[in-house]
């Protein structure tokens, strides 16, 4: 079932952060930026593997090995999408 909105969702001001970039956080995002709710520039997020934060960085996101990084960071919301 689709949500139907009044008026379009606000763009969020700060920044939110996934510890994780594999096919959960991916899934998510691309959810979250399709609505609207947030830029790939408003994305922070961190991953152990180097394959898949240059996937995550070649979409716009803010991409580090730390995710303390990724905590200090993200001004709204911290996922986490990791198994």
């Known amino acids: 079932m689709t949500q139907k909105f ?3 969702p606000t763009i969020m001001a700060n920044t939110i952060g996934f510890i994780g970039t594999g096919a959960m956080a991916s899934s998510l995002i691309g959810g979250i930026i399709g609505k609207g709710l947030y830029t790939p520039d408003q994305i922070q ?5 180097p394959p898949a934060r240059e996937a995550a960085s070649k979409k716009g996101y803010n991409v580090s090995e ?3 990084i990724v905590c200090t960071n993200a001004k709204d ?3 986490l999408a990791v198994k």
């Open 6 to 8: 009044s008026k379009p």
């Open 45 to 49: 997020c961190s991953d152990p593997y």
């Open 66 to 68: 730390s995710n303390s």
């Open 77 to 79: 919301a911290v996922f």
